[in-house]
């Protein structure tokens, strides 16, 4: 991700989640060196999926992960995980994240990345429980 990328990864923020992070916060992610954030784009630089992780210690966290409504189904969430769990630096860590118990979705899609979910955490959200996966 560069700087032209930001604008349009927060207005898919913005169309995917209910408290969004905006531009200046993501700013700061690609800034801080715990933090990792890729994209997918169109040749306009216009980012259609993008994947947000923090990698500490031995642990790499997804902490978030979206594909512009219009362009799913059509493998980019995939694309990105493959990519990021494939970089050396990400090889024989554990990986842990955290999903909406609603969202069957995105667990259908850490599962087809061997996620097993190892916690629940009861009303996380105002809303729903968390689970927590993991994939060692
Ligand atoms: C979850 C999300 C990122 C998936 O993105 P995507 O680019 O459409 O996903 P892909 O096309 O790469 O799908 C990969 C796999 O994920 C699973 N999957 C994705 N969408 C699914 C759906 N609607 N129903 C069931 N499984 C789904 C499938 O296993 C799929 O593999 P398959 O096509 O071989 O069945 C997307 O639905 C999204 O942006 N949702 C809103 C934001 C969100 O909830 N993010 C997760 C936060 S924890």
Redesign the pocket.
């Known amino acids: 991700m560069e700087e032209k990328h930001l604008q349009s990864t927060a207005e898919?923020e913005k169309n995917?989640?209910p408290c969004p992070w905006n531009e200046e916060q993501f700013r700061h992610a690609m800034e801080d060196q715990f933090t990792e954030l890729y994209g997918i784009c169109t040749e306009e630089n216009n980012v259609i999926?993008y994947l947000l992780c923090s990698v500490v210690g031995d642990y790499a966290e997804?902490l978030?992960?979206?594909?512009?409504?219009k362009?799913?189904?059509?493998?980019?969430?995939?694309?990105?995980?493959t990519y990021w769990t494939g970089l050396e630096h990400i090889q024989n860590r554990q990986i842990i994240?955290?999903?909406?118990a609603k969202?069957?979705?995105?667990?259908?899609?850490?599962?087809?990345f061997g996620f097993k979910q190892i916690h629940v955490r009861k009303n996380y959200y105002q809303d729903d429980d968390a689970l927590v996966m993991e994939r060692n």
């Open positions: 898919l995917c989640f999926a997804i978030n992960i979206a594909t512009d409504e362009f799913r189904r059509q493998g980019l969430a995939e694309t990105l995980l994240l955290e999903v909406r969202n069957l979705p995105a667990q259908k899609l850490y599962e087809k």
